[in-house]
């Protein structure tokens, strides 16, 4: 990891409030097969976690989230609630040698957590930037980038790294561990619909769940992850010459691959089957799955989809990703993804 420049004295007392923001994500083809050396595609969302951090006199507390629908309660109650977001904070701190007593964190986000779209390594990679601001550091994102992975291996042990590229670039990528990032562009915007299952997750023991299981077998495990390697670079090729029903049949490819793997639910297989009896051209579940999201591929239909969705219960909203090549930072997004959160 390369070091941060620290400048030699640290007094955040008298400091402007210091913001961070980062993207959430979803992966459209790969994910679990990313951790073991697969290339997995993933793109941003228009939607951020954001981190402020304010002087103040007395011990640290970190504020509840504020405008977070749909937040789990992980985040929302608090360093109180959930143990790892204090270590987050701790490790944060030590990484700028800076003392967080006197300074008031405040969360916000638009991002529903534990769900898979990848609010942990947003928070990461907004709380790397809003520390660089409050100490006077100018950080290039490649070393927001790694620090942000270093503090994500705190929420999910054995990251591959692809959440936390895609929450400090933004944009459309294909991924693969220690081989660097493609950055991809799509004709056209991918248009997309999210689903919310109800059952509550935990990516890194659905992560680890799944290594005990490699190890006990390696090669029927090595196997599906070939599979959906292929899956991904087949859908690579799909997404940059526009080709969406193809993508949409990968999608639903990869989704019966991670059945196999063992990491989907009743539920969320129940989802991507209405997404598929809707006119989805293609569905999935998103990230670590043991629960958490569905994200479906729709030429039309999205609103009908939607409301089918709701019907059931579910909470859904549509998403366009992937028109924007690249975004170097927070607040100068481009395309179909917005700018720094309550912009
Ligand atoms: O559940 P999320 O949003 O953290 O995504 C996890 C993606 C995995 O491939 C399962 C793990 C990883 O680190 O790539």
Known sequence: MRSVPISDTITPQGVQPAEGAAWGKVILLGEHAVVYGRTAVAAAIDRQVCVRLTPRQGSARVAPL?????????????????PRLLRALARAADLFRVSLEDVEINITSDLPSSVGLGSS????????????KWTGNSLEDDVVCSHALDIERIFHGFPSGIDNTVATYGGLVAFRRGQGT??????????????????????GSVVSSLRERWTAAPDRYEVLFDIIGHIAASGERAISTGDIETLGSLMFQDH??????????????????????????????????GGGAVICLCEKGRTELIEAFCRGGSTAFSADVGAAARVSRCGSATGTQAGLHGQ
Do not use: C, F, H, Y
């Open 182 to 203: 493609r950055w991809l562009t799509a004709p056209r915007p991918l248009p997309l619909v999210i689903v919310l299952g109800r059952s509550s997750r935990d990516t």
């Open 66 to 82: 504020e405008d977070a629908p749909g937040i789990a309660p992980s985040l929302t109650g608090g360093a109180e609630s959930d």
């Open 256 to 289: 019966a691959v991670l059945r196999r793997l063992g990491v989907s639910t009743e539920e969320l297989d129940q989802l991507v089957e209405l997404a598929r009896r809707n006119g989805a051209l293609g569905a999935k579940l998103t990230g670590g799955g």
């Open 121 to 132: 390594a947003a928070l990461s990679v907004s709380l790397v930037r809003a520390l660089a």
